[in-house]
Structures are given as C-alpha cells and as structure tokens.
C-alpha cells in the first residue's frame, strides 16, 4: 500500500511541478522551446542534486494531459525533448544508480518513444539509488478515471468483488502503484495549484510554491522547499505529534 506515514526531516518522495520554461525564455527575447531546452537542464541538476542529499523518490511533471492543446510544434518539441532526454541520459542515470519510470497514457505517444521507455524501464528496474518517475502524458483525474474503469472492468467479468474495493485496492490500481506517496510537491513560477497532477497521492503532501523560474531552480531553491517542508508538523488528521517530531 501507499503510505504516508514519513515523519523524517528529509522528505522521501519529492514531486516537482516544473513551471515557467516560457516565461523563463520570454523573459529573454528567446522562443518557448529554448526556456524547455533549459527546463531540461535544469531536471538533470535537480535529479542529480536530489540523488545527493538522499531523496529516495522523485517525481517530475513533464507533459501533461492538456498540453495537447498547446501549439503541435511546441507539442513535437516537448515530446522530442523526452526522447532526447532518455537517449542521452540514460546510460548516465542508469550507472549513478537511478530507477527510471514514465507514467502517464501511451496514446498519442510515438512508438520510437514507448520503445525507448521500454528500454529504460528494462535497464534501471534493479537500481535503488533514486527512483525517478517521469509523468508524461500523465493526467490525476486521467489516471483515476483508467484505474476506476479497470476496477469495474474485473468487477463485472467476476475477478473482483466489488465489496472489497477500498482506498488500497484503488491505490494499487494506479501508474504510482509501489511508489509511496509524495512527501513534499514543490511548483515552481507562482502559479499555486495542482493542475491535475497526483491527485489521489497528494492528499497529505506539504505544498510549497516558490516564485522561481523552473529553469532558475537551483540547489540552493531545492534545499529552501526541504527547509519548508522540514519545518512542517504533519498531522496526517491526527492530532498534533510535536513531541515525537521534536
Ligand atoms: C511548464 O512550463 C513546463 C512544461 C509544460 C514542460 C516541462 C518540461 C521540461 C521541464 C523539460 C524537461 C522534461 C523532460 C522529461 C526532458 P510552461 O511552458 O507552462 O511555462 P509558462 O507557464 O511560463 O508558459
């Protein structure tokens, strides 16, 4: 089961709503897809700074559902950074010891890249230094909708009784299914909501909004978010654990 249960200081599980790549590039004269060039700079860092101070699990919002509606250039650009990410980092990540894991729909998504997820699923599923679950195409009412629909699918054909789905039977149903929930969910640029990311897994996760450019985010920005979330009391619905924290 998903838990969230992690009372450490580090936070266990970061998610990363990665904002501000076209601002970050307007702000120069520059076009969008080089403030995404720089986003992806800026995810190898962070990925890399993570690793370092020991977060164990990290998820970053790469292409969400609604992006489809973004200009198809914009669009072909995001999804060949996502290749161009997995061709050249892969070898990389995989030696410093990172599990890479993409969630989201397959749908719309070429076959060069799914075979490409393929491959660095395959080759990092034994690494346990950071896992690093990309969200691609990925959508939190999306994922629930397919979960629910897959439930009822087994509910009707007879290999589950329906009596016994619960929180758990959902959570094992969703693309985080293994993964503990996110501790800590950090957006970048200003913006403060969720827009559709983990819904169902954010239910007890500190926010922290910070005014930083994604591409400006920084280890220094990292380490003030961990800060704030260090700081934090979590109660989980309980009451006050102040004693046991302190
Ligand atoms: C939001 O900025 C960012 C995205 C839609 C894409 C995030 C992608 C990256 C950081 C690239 C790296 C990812 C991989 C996996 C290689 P925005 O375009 O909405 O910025 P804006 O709100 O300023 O316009």
Request: charged fraction near 30%.
């Amino acid at each position: 089961m998903q838990k969230d249960d992690d009372t450490s200081r580090l936070p266990n599980h970061i998610a990363l709503i990665m904002d501000g790549n076209g601002r970050w590039a307007q702000a120069r004269g520059l076009e969008r897809r080089e403030g995404h060039r720089a986003g992806a700079e800026s995810l190898r860092r962070i990925v890399e700074e993570s690793s370092d101070l020991g977060v164990h699990h990290l998820t970053v919002f790469s292409f969400s559902t609604e992006n489809w509606g973004r200009p198809r250039t914009e669009v072909s650009f995001l999804m060949s950074l996502l290749e161009r990410y997995i061709e050249s980092d892969l070898a990389d990540l995989h030696s410093e010891g990172v599990r890479v894991r993409v969630i989201g729909r397959r749908e719309g998504v070429s076959k060069k890249i799914c075979s490409l997820i393929d491959r660095a699923e395959s080759l990092t599923a034994n690494n346990n230094r950071l896992f690093l679950q990309i969200a691609f195409n990925y959508g939190g009412r999306e994922e629930l909708a397919d979960a629910a629909s897959r439930l009822a699918r087994r509910a009707t054909n007879g290999t589950l009784d329906p009596e016994s789905i619960n929180a758990d039977v959902l959570a094992a149903e969703l693309l985080t299914a293994g993964m503990p929930n996110p501790d800590l969910i950090i957006r970048t640029s200003g913006e403060s909501r969720l827009s559709n990311f983990m819904l169902w897994q954010s239910a007890y996760a500190e926010l922290y909004f910070t005014d930083v450019l994604w591409p400006d985010f920084s280890r220094a920005d990292l380490e003030a978010a961990i800060a704030f979330y260090a700081d934090r009391d979590r109660r989980f619905g309980l009451v006050s654990a102040t004693g046991e924290l302190d």
